[in-house]
């Protein structure tokens, strides 16, 4: 019952599948897509399989496609490939029944090695999502495999074993490289999930924000706060806020009775109403410090910088520095 419960968590926790609705299993026959079929099946879900068979491995193909439609009552789609490399067999794999929501058995497992490859491949630390773009799901992602394959074990469930596993890049970080950081330290798997949970506990704007390949971007954290990014600098700022009566920003205290005006942070490209000079320039000019620009106030109407508290006045606005 515990992996149940902790399938259906993680499910319930990210709206992977609706309750009790349709869901094709995508699978090889091994255990982690076996036990992905089973599990679902005895969570409720109107579960299907579908096997993709590529035929690389001759007869050995041709007997996972036997027992994927025999076991698992599988419907059986055969796509050649051109070239063969692991990129293009996945992409093969999520292209057939996109009409459909798919699932695949990915299991914490399948989440360090992807971390560790991304990592020395690209120096990028992310892992799989819970949800691909094209909306194939990840059920089994709280389980470790050898939990997929003790599950089948105990229902005295059949799975096959991929050979050439071994001889793909996953396969030598799975044999050799993951064992050997194990005997650096027993909670190695752990450790590296936990650097990926770590990531998580960001506000998802903050998350895309950081992916971003954008140059300049700024996103709203919610609560008033929001997130900027220019280039290889990031800071936080206070969103915009209504000058209908006195407002605090940082060490300032401004006050005015005029209609329409909103107090927020500096942005590159801010200009004086009216004017053609660049708060940037104002700043320079003043001698304010790069670091202290992000968290001075600006006095704005619309998109207009009307004040700049300290350094350029208006009529009609207060501002004193406690």
């Not at 008033?224 to 000058?243: F, K, N, S």
Request: with cysteine; hydrophobic share 35%.
């Amino acid at each position: 019952m515990e992996v149940l419960e902790r399938v259906e968590r993680h499910i319930r926790a990210n709206d992977l599948i609706p309750p009790g609705g349709e869901v094709t299993c995508l699978v090889s026959g091994g255990a982690d897509s076996t036990c992905l079929h089973g599990v679902l099946g005895e969570l409720g879900y109107r579960v299907s399989a579908l096997h993709v068979d590529h035929g690389l491995r001759g007869e050995e193909s041709d007997a996972d496609a036997r027992f994927c439609a025999e076991v698992l009552g599988a419907e059986v789609v055969r796509v050649h490939p051109l070239r063969g490399t692991e990129d293009e067999l996945r992409e093969l794999r999520y292209a057939v029944a996109a009409d459909r929501l798919r699932a695949t058995g990915h299991t914490a497992s399948d989440q360090v090695e992807t971390i560790l490859y991304r990592l020395v491949s690209s120096g990028n630390a992310k892992g799989i999502k819970p949800r691909r773009e094209d909306g194939v799901v990840r059920p089994l992602l709280p389980l470790w495999r050898e939990e997929t394959e003790a599950w089948c074990r105990d229902r005295g469930l059949e799975f096959r074993t991929d050979a050439t596993n071994a001889d793909t890049k996953r396969g030598l970080i799975r044999e050799k490289i993951v064992p050997l950081l194990e005997r650096l330290h027993p909670g190695a798997r752990e450790n590296i999930l936990r650097a990926l949970d770590d990531r998580r506990t960001m506000p998802p704007a903050l998350a895309r924000l950081l992916d971003s390949p954008a140059g300049s971007k700024r996103v709203d954290l919610g609560g008033g706060l929001q997130a900027v990014r220019e280039h290889d600098r990031l800071w936080l700022e206070q969103g915009p806020v209504d000058l209908d009566r006195e407002v605090r920003w940082g060490g300032w205290r401004i006050a005015s009775d005029l209609p329409g005006l909103k107090v927020r942070g500096w942005r590159p490209g801010d200009r004086l109403a009216g004017r053609s000079k660049k708060i940037q320039d104002v700043f320079v000019d003043a001698k304010i410090p790069r670091s202290d620009r992000e968290g001075w106030p600006l006095v704005v109407r619309g998109d207009e910088v009307v004040a700049v508290p300290g350094i350029v006045d208006a009529e009609g606005v207060s501002a004193t520095r406690e």
